[in-house]
């Protein structure tokens, strides 16, 4: 599992991050983050937070860490109907086809 801070972030990220991956609420939040995708494939973070409750800034963390072992991909963006901007969509990998994907 990676480290959710940056190099140039503060010293209090840094605290938060070892703490988070140390009591298992990153772990917690991936899981969360991907049954979410799993569930409602398609979905920006916004319209994933509007359907699960989860926090969107927590789906904004989490899901590209997610991305980066393989465990969803980041899809075509689509006009997000809650913000009314453009975002990215996020879609599960099936177990077995972690292949690169790319559109």
């Known amino acids: 599992m990676n480290h959710p801070a940056r ?3 503060p010293s209090t ?3 938060a ?4 991956v140390a009591t298992g609420v990153q772990g917690d ?3 969360a983050a991907a049954s979410a995708v799993r ?3 398609g979905l920006t973070s916004l319209e994933l937070a509007n359907e699960t409750g989860i926090c969107r800034y927590v789906l904004a963390r989490r899901l590209p860490e997610l991305a980066e072992t393989g465990s ?3 899809g075509p963006k ?5 913000s009314g901007r ?3 969509t996020w879609w599960p990998v099936a177990r077995g086809q972690n292949m690169t994907l790319g559109l």
């Open 7 to 9: 190099s140039t972030d």
């Open 13 to 15: 990220s840094h605290e």
């Open 17 to 20: 991050a070892n703490y988070i």
């Open 29 to 31: 939040q991936q899981a």
């Open 39 to 41: 569930r409602f494939p």
């Open 72 to 74: 969803v991909w980041r």
């Open 78 to 82: 689509k006009p997000c109907p809650v």
């Open 86 to 88: 453009s975002a990215c």
